[in-house]
């Protein structure tokens, strides 16, 4: 929970990066299914509206694309900097 409000991390790396490992109860939402226009009701599931939205990739300049993208459709996004490995490193837990 961040400032009261619930958060949701969402990973935009791509399908194969997503395979070769992910965080626990991160969800999944590529970069370039954003760009190329996800439909409301799959969005909605996959980034419920009321929450904060941490975004995370590899090395942070997908994340910031995909914010862009999704502040446009009215969702409080939060790019993270750091990528994936980093947080790994930093002590996220990595999905089983």
Do not use: M, N
């Not at 626990?24 to 419920?48: F, N, Q, W, Y």
């Not at 590899?58 to 993208?69: E, K, L, Q, S, T």
């Amino acid at each position: 929970v961040d400032d009261g409000k619930p958060v949701v991390l969402v990973d935009v790396r791509e399908e194969g990066e997503w395979k070769d490992g992910r965080l626990k109860d991160a969800r999944h939402l590529p970069l370039s299914a954003i760009k190329a226009g996800v439909p409301a009701d799959k969005l909605k599931e996959t980034v419920p509206a009321g929450k904060i939205v941490y975004l995370h990739c590899a090395a942070g300049g997908r994340c910031r694309v995909a914010a862009d993208h999704l502040k446009k459709q009215g969702y409080d996004v939060r790019p993270l900097k750091d990528g994936y490995d980093v947080l790994v490193q930093s002590g996220f837990e990595k999905a089983k």
